[in-house]
Nanobody, 129 residues
């Protein structure tokens, strides 16, 4: 099973940018569909972005569409979340998650946290106004 470690979080002013990284180790990284989720204080975990390995298709939550970009570097075993034009409401702990490509139906379940069976420990993003 793959292990995930996020990094890149921090404090940034509104309008700023951050790039989160999720480094994978263990089994072959390219055999996994990857997602990013976030959880703000007192709120439930919510979907942010995802990428399907088979065709590189990407999916985004409406709240971040046009501002965030998910990408992956299989050679580096890393998936990224580039976050631009950050807003105070983007403040949250951000988690990357993985699920094997053999699990069917990813194209319709990518937004559901229960789809994923492996999670990182999270990295905190704080956006000040």
């Amino acid at each position: 099973q793959v292990q995930l470690v996020e990094s890149g979080g921090g404090l940034v002013q509104a309008g700023g940018r951050l790039r989160l990284s999720c480094a994978a180790s263990g089994r072959t990284f390219s055999s996994y569909n990857m997602g990013w989720f976030r959880q703000a204080p007192g709120k439930e975990r919510e979907f942010v972005a995802a990428m399907r390995w088979s065709d590189g298709n990407t999916y985004y939550a409406d709240s971040i569409k046009g501002r965030f970009t998910i990408s992956r570097d299989n050679a580096q075993n890393t998936v990224y979340l580039q976050m631009n034009s950050l807003k105070p409401e983007d403040t949250a702990d951000y988690y990357c998650a993985a699920v094997g490509t053999r699990v069917p139906g990813y194209g319709v379940t990518y937004f559901n946290a229960r789809t994923y069976d492996t999670w990182g420990q999270g990295t905190r993003v704080t956006v000040s106004s």
